[in-house]
Each structure stands twice: as C-alpha cells, then as structure tokens.
C-alpha cells in the first residue's frame, strides 16, 4: 500500500505543477483556455487526491505530525503555495503582480519538493551538509 500511495502523492505532485505552469502560461497570455470548465476543475480533483494521498501516507507509516519538522515546514509552505497560486491565477490586480506571484509560487513548490526528499527544513540545503 505504501508503495501505490507514494506513487500516487509523486505523480500528483507532478500534475498539480504541471498544471500550475501551464495555467500560468495562459494567463500570461491572456488565453481563453483558462476559462475553460475542464480547466476550472480538473486542478481541484488533481489537488484534492494529491491531498488524500499525502494523509493517506501519513497515516499509512504512523508518522508524528507535531513531532516532525519536515512536515510542519512542509504543510506551512503548502499553504504559502496555495496563496501565491490564488493571486498568480485570479486575484493579482496587475499582470506584474501576477507574474511575481506565479514565479515565488514555484519556488515554493520547489522548496515543497526538497523538503519532501530531504525531509528537512532545510529543502535542497540539507543536501549541502551531508
């Protein structure tokens, strides 16, 4: 079970970005396709099992949510990534505003990301001390 679940958590990690740059591009664009309905959703349902499978996985392994850094820092930024991404696609009064917003949330992703295989605070800097 640990093994579908991380797969699943890995494989929306890459369709929620994916998604995100591409929503990006059109808004910066000013394309008609980020209007879409299947646009509207399909971030919603993608988001909400990768959600799943990141308890899914908590749970699945006994993990100490309070008692681990990693996943405080993880969770923090997660939400720090939802607020860049709401004024990045919808919110931002202005096309700079919205760019900035679409560029900080990726690297938030990307700390996202570092956290999650380094399981440090630390992100991609934890790799420099070893």
Request: with cysteine.
């Amino acid at each position: 079970m640990y093994s579908f679940l991380l797969t699943t958590h890995a494989a929306c990690a890459l369709l929620t970005i994916s998604g995100f740059v591409l929503r990006g591009y059109w808004m910066l664009q000013g394309s008609p396709l980020l209007r879409h309905p299947v646009t509207r959703v399909a971030p919603h349902v993608v988001d909400a099992l990768f959600l799943a499978s990141g308890i899914a996985l908590i749970v699945e392994i006994r993990l100490a949510v309070l008692q681990n850094g990693w996943l405080l820092a993880k969770f923090a930024a997660l939400l720090l990534y939802i607020t860049l991404g709401m004024i990045a696609l919808r919110f931002g009064r202005s096309r700079q505003t919205r760019m900035t917003a679409f560029i900080a949330a990726i690297a938030v992703f990307a700390y996202i990301v570092g956290v999650a295989l380094s399981k440090s605070p630390a992100s991609w800097l934890a790799y420099l001390a070893r």
